[in-house]
């Protein structure tokens, strides 16, 4: 009996627990999925961020709008969905177990009134929280800069944050933690552009109007990005309007632009062009006669043109393809001597395709071209010459993204590249061919990389990037490294570390040059090398406020120079030395995003020197682009609804620069040539006096013919004081003469747009 009680009892106690599991067996999560668009234009909105309070949990939208919430239990819920710029959108919804729902998302854009904010949300806050060194800008912050001819320009902006330097008002070339501007990877759709820069560097190429956005990650990047030392800059073209026509005119003292966005069929297509008319005003005007110039006056004119086109080939397809047209023409007319034609500019095109495999994995594969080519036409007294030099590039790339998990976002991909180099030099019967630029070399990279949260608080990006060019017989492998620890939900400690390499290099000479001569490295030179350090710590004082502070080190091995002494040689180890360089410094920032009054205040101290043995006798020494001191100071404050005054103060120290010691007399009987020829001092020893400049601007917006408008008047250099450009020596006169040569005074400018 006690045998078959306790068998029952046993029994008894299996079937309790059996029928009690089954439930919990059977439940399955449910999963959420979908998009986020634009309700009037149907873009993507990248960023946009789906909450679920009451079970702590969420997702933010991916660059395609869309999003995915795993190990959701069954019954109601409640949704969220914000987006700054946009209305919030609530929804309640009930789930069953195991089921996958799409739901997509149409957010409405909402004026914020009392509040101008000038960043982007919650796509800008994650990559403040898990990126080191990284900046976003949207067209509406560039837009509220004072501009210079009244053309907004991305990289002046900037170049008024810490860690970017301009070497001048007329230089657009970014300077970046001691790096030189060709140590930066510029990207305009992922295709690489390699002059980025109108009217000698005056302008940069990207029309803010057919921009998206723009992402600059000044040191500490990921292994999907290659091939430069220094910093990567990616401009992303915008998608146009997938429900109706829309355009916008604009029209200032020096340029007219033009935009037009339209659905077609499955997506949109958007074109946006600008173009200088300086020329056409003197040829309107006859100028030259009114003048009464003996000479004709230089005619100079530039345009642009980008173009893009998004479709939806089908629910886990989509294509874009973009282009970009831009060059800059110059023609001096004969004056007896001299009668010069100059052209320069780029061409771009690229294709993308995007495949989702599946709500965890998703492939890019990409194709491009860019070519950046220039050309020189005269004739020099009676002989007649020509300066051609450019590079071309053809590239595939493949990407895939594979989440995981919660915890790992992981990353893949590999690309190839073959480029074609182009230097030719005509003067009267003589061609002179430069065959050492390496003929067609073939580049060859491939990366993995994962995003690990080993904790709510810890982000963790590391991976390695291997990397071949033929003709250097080089192999390189880049370790890379970055942790982000919150400290608490407003502040984040980051560190990187990586190791980085760049096989082509940009030469040049002298302080004024427009030829941009690409050259690949080639055996028995190696490719450069740097090493960083980043170590920062930012947050959000309140919900108005940010803050950053960032100290960096770097190491730079192979790194390359231009010895215009021997400029004759055949030997290019002897034309392009080589060296070692270090850059080091501390970053301060502080931001204010949210009211009538906004913008920020930058402070940037840093050291930059380098040691090349065939220069300044093997002496380390400071290139010209080491500065100091760096402070920059940008303010916008809303007078009214129809009003808004803007300003912007720099100031940094003087420029290194190579004084003249003295000269020694020459004569050369066979050229027929007899003068003086300089003595250089110490390179960099010397320094130009402290730059400073401030500019303003003044915004009225409006109705024109039933149509927002804009008009603006912008000061450039408001107290116009005149900054040394750079300091040359005549050792031809008796005794030497020292000049300046300075930089522009105060422009005044206007300009006006109509958006319909």
Not at 176 to 183: K, L, M, S, V, Y
Request: with cysteine; aromatic share 12%.
């Amino acid at each position: 009996m006690i045998g078959s009680h306790r068998g029952g009892l046993i029994f008894y106690i299996l079937s309790s627990l059996f029928l009690i599991s089954l439930p919990v067996r059977a439940q399955q999560p449910a999963t959420l999925r979908g998009s986020m668009r634009d309700s009037a234009t149907g873009e993507a909105l990248a960023g946009a961020r789906i909450e679920i309070r009451s079970l702590h949990t969420g997702a933010v939208a991916d660059a395609s709008g869309n999003y995915e919430i795993k190990d959701l239990p069954a019954g109601s819920i409640e949704i969220e969905v914000h987006l700054l710029g946009y209305g919030v959108e609530k929804r309640q919804i009930t789930l069953s177990d195991g089921e996958s729902r799409t739901l997509n998302f149409r957010l409405t854009s909402q004026s914020i009134q009392g509040k101008e904010v000038i960043v982007q949300g919650e796509k800008e806050r994650e990559a403040e929280r898990t990126s080191v060194s990284r900046i976003l800008l949207s067209p509406q912050t560039i837009a509220s800069v004072p501009a210079i001819g009244g053309e907004s320009d991305v990289f002046r902006v900037l170049q008024l944050m810490p860690g970017v330097k301009a070497l001048s008002e007329v230089s657009s070339g970014l300077y970046i933690r001691g790096g030189a501007p060709d140590q930066n990877l510029i990207l305009l759709d992922h295709n690489v552009v390699y002059n980025p820069s109108h009217l000698f560097g005056f302008f940069s190429t990207f029309n803010t109007d057919a921009i998206k956005d723009v992402d600059l990650i000044k040191g500490g990047y990921p292994p999907e990005y290659g091939g430069r030392l220094t910093g990567v800059l990616n401009v992303t073209t915008r998608e146009g309007d997938r429900n109706e026509l829309h355009g916008k005119t604009s029209i200032s003292l020096i340029s007219a632009r033009q935009t037009l966005e339209f659905p077609l069929l499955n997506g949109s297509a958007l074109i946006s062009g600008r173009r200088t008319y300086v020329d056409a005003f003197l040829n309107a005007t006859n100028a030259d006669k009114l003048l009464g110039s003996a000479t004709p006056l230089p005619r100079y004119y530039f345009y642009d043109l980008n173009a893009k086109v998004d479709q939806d080939l089908g629910p886990v397809d989509k294509l874009s393809v973009s282009g970009y047209l831009g060059a800059d023409h110059l023609n001096v007319p004969s004056n007896g001597v001299v009668d010069v034609t100059l052209t320069w500019g780029n061409q771009l095109a690229s294709a993308e395709w995007i495949h989702l495999f599946s709500s965890t994995l998703f492939s890019r594969t990409f194709a491009g071209y860019s070519a950046y080519s220039s050309q020189s036409l005269g004739n020099l007294t009676s002989d007649p010459f020509e300066f051609d030099n450019g590079v071309k590039e053809y590239s595939i790339k493949e990407d895939v993204d594979w989440r995981l998990s919660d915890k790992h976002d992981v990353r893949t991909g590999a690309s190839f590249s073959r480029y074609q180099f182009t230097f030719y030099n005509t003067l009267g019967t003589t061609n002179k061919p430069l065959s050492d630029t390496g003929g067609v070399p073939n580049y060859f990279a491939a990366y993995a990389q994962d995003e690990w949260k080993p904790t709510d608080r810890i982000t963790t990006t590391y991976g390695l990037r291997a990397e071949w060019l033929d003709i250097a017989s080089a192999l390189t492998l880049d370790p890379r490294l970055t942790i982000a620890y919150q400290l608490n939900p407003l502040w984040t400690l980051k560190a990187s570390t990586g190791t980085y390499h760049q096989f082509l290099h940009l030469v040049t000479a002298g302080e004024f040059t427009f030829f941009d001569l690409w050259i690949p490295g080639a055996s028995p030179l190696p490719p450069s090398q740097s090493t960083q350090y980043i170590l920062g710590l930012s947050g959000y004082p309140s919900e108005q406020y940010f803050t950053s502070c960032e100290l960096y080190y770097k190491h730079l091995n192979n790194i390359v120079e231009y010895d215009e002494s021997k400029f004759l040689t055949k030997d290019i180890t002897q034309l392009f030395p080589r060296g070692t360089g270090e850059a080091y410094g501390v970053e301060l920032m502080f931001q204010k995003r949210v009211g009538d009054l906004n913008g920020w205040i930058g402070y940037t101290l840093s050291w930059v020197s380098e040691q090349i043995p065939q220069l300044n006798n093997g002496q380390p020494f400071y290139p010209k682009y080491d500065q100091r001191h760096d402070v920059q100071l940008v303010l916008n404050y809303k007078l009214s609804d129809d009003w808004q005054i803007g300003g912007t103060w720099t100031y940094a120290t003087g420029q290194a620069y190579t004084s003249v010691l003295g000269y020694y007399h020459i004569g050369l009987d066979e050229t027929g040539y007899e003068g003086n020829l300089d003595i250089p001092g110490m390179a960099g020893a010397q320094r130009l006096p402290d730059y400073h400049r401030a500019d303003a601007s003044l915004t009225y917006s409006f109705h024109f013919f039933g149509k927002p408008a804009k008009a603006s008047l912008d000061v450039f250099n408001l107290y116009s004081h005149r900054n040394v450009w750079f300091r040359v020596v005549d050792s031809q006169k008796q005794p030497p003469e020292v000049s300046d040569v300075l930089l522009l005074p105060i422009i005044p400018t206007i300009g006006m747009e109509v958006t319909y």
